[in-house]
């Protein structure tokens, strides 16, 4: 079974702080694929990131990092430089092999001005 | 522009009735997939179908029916029979279905639904 964790329900932060968010994952493909979505509250979901498992190498991506380490099952999410645009609920989600998509229940991140 | 629509943004069911959730997509896409959100839930997938006319279920199929008679288009009907209708749906798509093995797989997502019982 694969299974997503999100440890952090909710998420409060002042502009310009930088925030982490957590994602922990079980599976026992050896390939599979990590997903960050956001969801702003206009409620689509927005594609952030997509990572196969066989690509470890962090990314960067303008204020966006991810950092994937197999060692410990996580898939981290860093805001630099919040802003307050940044304010959504964010899922990490897993495929495995040909599995469906499996996501986590979400955090919700609000940067206040 | 290409993607996907969602109709209507709202929806108001009655006790006992039977009502369609419209999802098309301009994108070329073979997959097409149902979600459900509950609040401070993740997504649950409901159907998804990996060609014309044929479809799958998933995890929470019950009370919800599906057709794909068009590439484009991937309605989702919530039957009287789900009694617990109310929720936030979602509508995605893929280039390819569950089967690749690439970036095709990646699901892009519609507006959303938004479903309540009166």
């Keep these: 079974a694969q299974k997503v964790t999100q440890a952090q329900t909710e998420i409060s932060v002042v502009e310009k702080e930088d925030v982490t968010l957590d994602c922990v994952y079980e599976t ?4 599979y694929y990590l997903f960050w979505y956001k969801q702003p509250p206009s409620g689509e979901l927005v594609f952030l990131i997509r990572r196969n498992s066989f690509d470890e190498q962090n990314e960067i991506s303008g204020r966006y990092s991810w950092n ?9 999410f860093t805001i630099t430089a919040s802003q307050v645009v940044d ?4 899922f990490c989600a897993l495929q495995g092999g040909s599995e469906k998509l499996v996501f986590g229940k979400g955090t919700k991140l609000t940067v206040n001005p | 522009d ?3 629509t969602q109709s209507p943004k709202y929806l108001f069911r009655k006790e006992g009735q039977n009502v369609t959730l419209s999802c098309e997509q301009n994108l070329n896409h073979d997959a097409m997939y149902w979600y459900r959100q509950d609040p401070g839930q993740g997504l649950r997938l409901i159907y998804y179908s990996q ?4 479809f799958q279920k998933g995890d929470i199929a019950e009370g919800y029916s599906v057709s794909r008679e068009k590439k484009e288009s991937f309605p989702l009907t919530v039957t009287s029979a789900q009694k617990n209708p109310t929720a936030f749906y979602l ?7 569950l089967a690749g ?3 095709q797989e990646t699901q892009y997502f519609g507006p959303g639904t938004r479903l309540l019982v009166l």
């Design chain 1, 28 to 31: 026992r493909d050896t390939t």
């Design chain 1, 68 to 76: 994937f380490q197999k060692s410990t099952s996580s898939f981290n």
């Design chain 1, 87 to 90: 304010s959504a609920v964010y």
């Design chain 2, 2 to 4: 290409g993607g996907i």
């Design chain 2, 51 to 54: 060609i014309v006319n044929d």
């Design chain 2, 91 to 97: 509508c995605a798509s893929s280039i390819l279905g």
């Design chain 2, 101 to 103: 093995d690439n970036d």
